[in-house]
């Protein structure tokens, strides 16, 4: 029997791992994803980002054509919404779990900015399909909910604020208070990602409704027209020199903003829980894209020092030692980060994303410093090319160390995996006494001192 065409994309051994975990469905829409990705999406992303306006007056108007078109394919190929598992989302969701779906995001991860949306697949999106699927009245969901399930507008979620340490959410300030049958917001937030996209429709904004309310209770989440009065979009901001048009990633000023009370998610007091539900997944499938793009990355490592007219001192590059280590180094680095992405993705199936809050930081903290390392020495090896325009190196690079950054800094995740490890110590110190009682036991049976 043939091998499982992932096996080219990711080590055989880690597919053996999973593969009986894996349904025949899924391995079928594995293939396809592998076949359309490596035929469709790799080739398209020079399209892409020529399509992208260098002009100011429509950089922010317009979006690549190509994108409608990998749409269309990879619907007509079922390769539309793999993120939404069934077993969590009965209604709208597809027959994968989410061990299933980390395969799936690591093969779109190596065409980052247009295989996830050709499969309607891309972050905001993702999570924000979540939060209206899990909380969502039915009215929310016909309105705003299904345009973005069917891929027809894009969308954004408004937590980040400027001025304060947004990073631990219960310092977020935007108000969010109702008046008469209306609910007002204002705030100023920042990094809102995908604000700048001409089809973005909608935002889900977090607010404290109650500042009198128990520390996890006084936030609140409101869906808010992306075209509402009041909607200020203030300026791209720009990661290491780039803006990411045409999605972007806009400081926004909220201004006496005015929705019907309909548009509250959830009740009131629940802002929290929302977005520890929501940020959970989006955390893990960063994550699942990020390995690819570190394969990726290795990638045009290898052929690069592989080229016949790169010669340097007398030896091509693949001739040196430092470079082979460093092609080394990234391999194995991949295969360990994978496992705890494939791990992650598993206890979600389990436990769900609340229960496997420590599997997903644990990723969430090592995958992106992975990335960043994997992608630095691909850069290394490709000399002065590797940080220009000509390879997609350099603006690979700025994305991964953005991710130390959204979904919670490395420090959260270091801190929540140390103090659960901490919890160990009692029951470790217990276990102690009993290894130094019975070590004194065996000790006195053959006639030795104490080591007290």
């Given at each position: ?198 089809r973005n429709a909608v935002h889900l ?84 894209r990020s390995i690819g793009i570190a ?101 690979l690079w700025a994305n991964i160390r ?51």
């Open positions: 029997m043939a091998p499982h065409p992932v096996t080219e994309l990711i080590s055989p051994s880690a597919w053996a791992l999973v593969e009986d975990k894996v349904s025949p469905y899924a391995k079928e829409l594995l293939a396809k994803l592998v076949k359309f990705v490596e035929e469709e999406c790799v080739p398209a992303q020079s399209t892409f980002h020529d399509q992208v306006s260098t002009d100011p007056a429509t950089r922010w108007k317009s979006y690549p054509a190509v994108i409608e078109d990998l749409k269309v394919k990879a619907r007509k190929l079922g390769l539309w919404n793999l993120f939404l598992s069934k077993a969590h989302y009965p209604d709208v969701g597809v027959d994968l779990t989410n061990l299933e779906y980390s395969l799936m995001a690591e093969v779109m991860g190596r065409a980052l900015r247009v295989a996830p949306e050709a499969c309607n697949c891309s972050a905001p999106d993702t999570g924000n399909m979540e939060v209206l699927a899990r909380y969502g009245t039915q009215e929310q969901k016909d309105k705003w909910l299904k345009p973005l399930l069917e891929g027809k507008t894009r969308s954004s979620f408004a937590m980040t604020e400027r001025f304060i340490a947004s990073s631990d959410a219960t310092n977020i300030r935007t108000s969010i208070r109702l008046e008469g049958d209306e609910i007002v917001i204002n705030g100023h937030k920042w990094w809102i990602s995908g604000a700048g996209d001409p904004v977090m607010g404290k409704s109650d500042v009198t309310a128990s520390k996890h209770q006084q936030q609140s989440m409101v869906i808010v027209p992306s075209n509402a009065p009041g909607v200020k979009l203030i300026r791209p901001m720009q990661v290491f020199g780039y803006d990411d048009a045409p999605e972007g990633h806009y400081e926004i000023i909220y201004d006496n903003v005015r929705v019907p009370v309909g548009n509250l998610i959830g009740g009131w007091g629940r802002g929290f829980e929302i977005i520890q539900g929501r940020l959970g997944p989006g955390r893990i499938h960063h994550c699942m394969n990726r990355a290795l990638e045009l490592m290898l052929l690069r020092c592989t080229e016949p007219k790169k010669v340097m001192f007398g030896k091509m590059l693949k001739e040196h030692g430092t470079v082979i280590e460093r092609i080394a180094k990234s391999r194995m680095e991949i295969e360990q980060a994978r496992l705890l992405v494939l791990s992650a993705a598993l206890q979600i199936d389990l436990v769900r994303a609340k229960g496997a809050m420590k599997d997903i930081g644990m990723a969430k903290a090592v995958v992106p410093i992975m990335v960043g390392e994997v992608i630095d020495r691909a850069m290394q090896v490709h000399g002065a090319e590797g940080i220009c325009q000509d390879q997609p190196l350099a603006q953005t991710l130390r950054f959204a979904d919670g800094p490395d420090e959260v995740h270091l801190q929540q995996i140390g103090l659960q490890e901490l919890k160990k110590a009692p029951a470790l110190h217990e276990n102690q006494k009993k290894y130094e009682a019975r070590e004194e036991q065996i000790r006195k049976s053959f006639g030795l001192k104490s080591v007290a």
